[in-house]
């Protein structure tokens, strides 16, 4: 079932595509492909009642630490404000 036939947005056309969704709970996040709507005009994403449980899912793992079902893709980094600084002085 198409949850709609139009952006909601701007009214413009919806094509079903296959997007990459990035996923944060907690300190983690994780990658991945989904189908979505996607409008052709403004580029909004819809995703079905399925996908969006989905999310879910994925997000309450990641918050509970459960990732060992997942694929390592690197780890995410913070880089603090003072490192700007510092390279800003090197040059
Ligand atoms: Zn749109």
Known sequence: MKPFDKC?????????????KLL????????LQVQAEVCLH??????SQDTVRYFEEIRK??????????????????VEGKWLNKS???T
Do not use: D
């Open 8 to 20: 909601p947005i701007c009214g413009g056309e919806l094509v079903k595509k296959e997007v990459e």
């Open 24 to 31: 944060r709970g907690g300190r983690h996040t994780a990658m």
């Open 42 to 47: 403004c580029g909004e994403r819809l995703y």
């Open 61 to 78: 793992k990641l918050n509970r630490q459960e990732t060992s079902e997942f694929q390592p893709l690197g780890q995410s980094f913070k």
């Open 88 to 90: 800003l002085e090197r």
